[in-house]
């Protein structure tokens, strides 16, 4: 398995309050990608970065920053989380572009109350 | 931007048949098609690809095949086995954009 973990893997929050997902890898691949899966929607995009301090926005951004400051980390904020970003939060990394293998991790359920 | 449409979004089959599932896209310009499985509780996982280039891709009992003229593709699964019981997700990619994933496949193999 690519060395991706995720943390924390659940988190229970209240609505207003800031929350950050971290993931991390050790495969020093270039890529890196946040994912949000909910039902009926299956895997939509939030952010992604192809290399330190590069990012981009995908399809969900809205309410969402992300920060890349070394190649194994990659950080996901809610500066306010609301109960529609209830989810779960996947992240990825590929060594080259969206035309390679993408690796996932195991995940982080968040609730927001 | 892409619109990745898959179908259907549950399957059922008989252990030992063959499941087919199916997505089609919008952008013409894609030319990178992935297929992912995702077990409970996991995260998704590459199971096999194709690029625009070739029409079919066998990997054992998993091959996907390419309509480009059509802008659709579809992965199949013969001799199910219980095992192959997951989510399924269809992507598409031009290589300079990010992947867009279809909403999923439920396949449930009845032993």
């Known amino acids: 398995d690519a060395g991706i973990t995720q943390s924390p893997r659940h988190k229970v929050t209240e609505t207003g309050t800031p929350v950050t997902l971290r993931c991390h890898q050790t495969?020093?691949?270039?890529?890196m990608y946040w994912y949000r899966q909910d039902p009926g929607h299956g895997l939509r995009l939030i952010h992604y970065s192809y290399g330190v301090k590069d990012t981009d926005k995908g399809e969900v951004s809205d309410g969402y920053s992300v920060s890349r400051s070394k190649t194994e980390d990659f950080l996901l904020t809610l500066e306010s989380a609301t109960s529609s970003q209830t989810s779960v939060y996947f992240c990825?990394?590929?060594?080259?572009?969206?035309?390679?293998?993408?690796?996932f991790g195991p995940g982080t359920r968040l609730t927001v109350t | 931007g892409e619109n990745v449409e898959q179908h259907p979004s549950t399957l059922s089959v008989q252990e030992g048949d063959s499941a087919v599932i199916k997505c089609t896209y919008s952008?013409?310009?894609?030319?990178?098609f992935p297929w992912y499985k995702q077990e409970l509780g996991k995260g998704p996982q590459l199971i096999i690809d194709i690029r625009s280039n070739v029409g079919e891709k066998k990997d054992q009992r998993i091959a996907v095949t390419l309509n480009k003229t059509a802008k659709h593709f579809s992965l199949h699964i013969t001799e199910t086995q219980p095992e192959d019981s997951a989510v399924y997700f269809c992507?598409?990619?031009?290589?300079?954009?990010?992947?867009?994933f279809g909403k999923g496949t439920r396949l449930s193999v009845i032993a």
């Open positions: 952008d013409s310009a894609s030319n990178y």
């Open positions: 495969e020093n691949h270039r890529y």
């Open positions: 990825a990394i590929s060594e080259k572009d969206s035309s390679y293998e993408q690796y």
């Open positions: 992507a598409a990619s031009t290589g300079n954009t990010p992947l867009v």
